[in-house]
Every structure is written in structure tokens, then in C-alpha cells.
């Protein structure tokens, strides 16, 4: 299994960016999809999740209106579309992916994602 995420960069205060996250060896369509962040000195932290079957969204308050992950199941990519930025959102970001039974839970706790792929950056200027 890899997850491969892309899409990072620099970017001004109310600015955009899209991320992207291709997954290989899993059907991400089957799988709980996520998105994670990670500032220096600061823990991982959730930032959105996409159910499996369903595609039922979960955020966290602090991208809510702001972000939006979308999956395509043709192209077995996940994307976390992120509008009106703010330099607090500065940070490494993950996307990650469980294979959970309910196709409607989507979990916001780093260790119950089995998979992850490698960061990209994020960086926000005021």
C-alpha cells in the first residue's frame, strides 16, 4: 500500500491550494480516507476524513467552511481542497487510511490510520 500526497507549497493568506492523495494498492473508494497536519512542535492533529461507500465528510472545527475533501474513485486519489488560508494552517500534511467496517464512522484519532503516506508542505504567509 502507498500513499503518495502532492499539491503542497506556498501560498499567501487567502489564498488556495488543492492537495491530492494517490493511493496504490488499496481501492480508496473501500477505505476510511483522511488528512492530517502537523506544525513543528506541534502533535498531529485531524483535519478532515472521508467515509467509505458512503463518502460521508467529517472536519475539524478549525478548516469547517474552509476545506473540502472529495474522492475519486476512477482515479483512486483523495483531495483536500483548501480555500481562504490562513497562516495557522502552516504544517506538514498527511493523508492516511483504515480499512473500517462502519461505511459511515470516520475516525479523527492518528492511530487508528494503518496507513500513511509521506507529508507535504503547507506554508502560509500573511
Known amino acids: 500500500v502507498q500513499l503518495q500526497a502532492s499539491g503542497g507549497g506556498l501560498v499567501q493568506a487567502g489564498g488556495s491550494l488543492r492537495l491530492s492523495c494517490a493511493a496504490s494498492g488499496l481501492m480508496s473508494g473501500s477505505y476510511v480516507m483522511g488528512w492530517f497536519r502537523q506544525a513543528p512542535g506541534k502533535e498531529r492533529e485531524f483535519v478532515a476524513a472521508?467515509?467509505?461507500?458512503?463518502?460521508?465528510?467529517a472536519y475539524a472545527d478549525s478548516v469547517k467552511g474552509r476545506f473540502t475533501i472529495s474522492r475519486d474513485n476512477v482515479v483512486n486519489t483523495v483531495y483536500l481542497q483548501m480555500n481562504s488560508l490562513k497562516p495557522e494552517d502552516t504544517a506538514v500534511y498527511y493523508c492516511a487510511a483504515y480499512s473500517g467496517s462502519s461505511p459511515f464512522y470516520t475516525s479523527k484519532v492518528p492511530s487508528e490510520y494503518g496507513y500513511w503516506g509521506r507529508g507535504t508542505q503547507v506554508t502560509v504567509s500573511s
Open positions: 472521508i467515509a467509505r461507500i458512503t463518502g460521508r465528510t
